[in-house]
């Protein structure tokens, strides 16, 4: 029986692998896709448990999990052995959609990171991440449809080996200059939350908390798109060292660690959220996760409390409360 690594492969191109070098890569991935799909999980279920998902910001750390999570079960569909047809090109389809969902989820939070600095938050930006996410996403995973690329893609199904155009046009071309461009605002990012720790003449200690706290914030949304960027560039090297070649074998090391780095993002993405959460995961109880949980399937009624009270007109006074002031 042939190979998996050999199978539905253009005459032009060396196989990815052979004999127990291929089940060794076939297993680091599902292993590895495995973690991702248990730790994307644990993840949704926390996230509605500690309720973190009121503010923007968590509700699109929720629906980057939630794409990482099916493209993980994409992932685990099957290999080229025993995939065909149209198993085959619905994996590939999957994998292309949540792929891009999970990296423009990515790129939407580092968007929203400089928003924050610049503090102009707007729930009408919420929704225009979700139309740039879904819409786009569906755009690059439609696109390979057009002369049937979608197929045996060496270990699994994806863009076929020999439509390199493809691969680098809908993916890899796109996730090279998206991460670039995270890159640098993840620089300016970090640089104007190092000017605003510098010492301020003339700001109140409430003003600096509120400051603190935005910090805090921009530091727990910056990791999930650093990690991300670390993750996909043992895949990016792996693609670009195989299309130089294709009469040659891939180098068998930089497709083992493009195979453990590649179906890692979910994984990656609980340890960020535990981490970055641990306080309130440690204060949780089997009471409470209980209460929580009957709380998300009980609809909360609003009570409308009508006062027939007549207020004087006159002056009205309130406490003045610092505002917060954007980071430079």
């Known amino acids: 029986m042939a190979q998996i690594g050999e199978?539905?492969?253009?005459?032009?191109?060396a196989?990815?692998?052979?004999?127990?070098?291929?089940?060794?890569?076939?297993?680091?991935?599902?292993?590895?896709?495995?973690?991702?799909?248990?730790?994307?999980?644990?993840?949704?279920?926390?996230?509605?448990?500690?309720?973190?998902?009121?503010?923007?910001?968590?509700k699109m750390i929720l629906f980057m999990v939630l794409s990482a999570f099916i493209d993980s079960i994409a992932y685990l569909m099957g290999d080229a052995e025993t995939t065909h047809g149209a198993?085959?090109?619905?994996?590939?389809f999957l994998m292309q959609y949540f792929d891009w969902a999970t990296l423009l989820w990515v790129t939407m939070i580092t968007t929203n990171l400089i928003l924050i600095i610049k503090n102009k938050q707007s729930p009408k930006y919420y929704y225009i991440y979700h139309a740039v996410v879904w819409l786009g996403a569906l755009f690059f995973a439609i696109v390979p449809f057009f002369e049937n690329t979608y197929g045996h893609a060496g270990l699994w199904c994806w863009i076929k080996r020999e439509y390199t155009g493809y691969r680098f046009g809908t993916w890899f071309g796109p996730l090279f200059f998206i991460c670039f461009g995270m890159c640098i605002t993840l620089g300016y990012v970090t640089y104007s939350v190092y000017q605003a720790t510098q010492a301020q003449t003339g700001v109140s200690v409430a003003t600096e908390n509120i400051n603190r706290s935005y910090r805090n914030e921009l530091k727990r949304l910056a990791f999930y798109p650093l990690v991300y960027i670390i993750l996909n560039i043992p895949t990016l090297a792996y693609r670009i060292e195989d299309a130089s070649h294709p009469n040659k074998k891939p180098n068998y090391g930089i497709l083992v660690v493009s195979s453990?780095?590649?179906?890692?993002?979910?994984?990656?993405?609980?340890?960020?959220?535990a981490t970055i959460n641990l306080g309130s995961i440690r204060n949780l109880t089997w009471p409470m996760i209980r209460n929580n949980v009957i709380l998300l399937f009980k609809r909360e009624t609003q009570t409308q409390i009508e006062?027939?009270?007549?207020?004087?007109?006159g002056p009205q006074t309130s406490d003045s409360s610092e505002q917060y002031q954007p980071m430079p």
């Open 15 to 58: 196989p990815v692998c052979s004999g127990s070098s291929c089940e060794t890569i076939d297993a680091l991935h599902k292993t590895f896709s495995s973690l991702s799909l248990i730790g994307s999980f644990v993840v949704l279920v926390l996230i509605l448990i500690l309720k973190e998902y009121h503010m923007d910001a968590q």
């Open 307 to 313: 006062h027939n009270v007549v207020l004087e007109e």
């Open 7 to 13: 199978l539905s492969l253009a005459p032009t191109r």
């Open 87 to 92: 198993t085959c090109e619905a994996q590939s």
């Open 260 to 273: 453990i780095f590649g179906p890692s993002v979910g994984a990656a993405n609980a340890i960020i959220f």
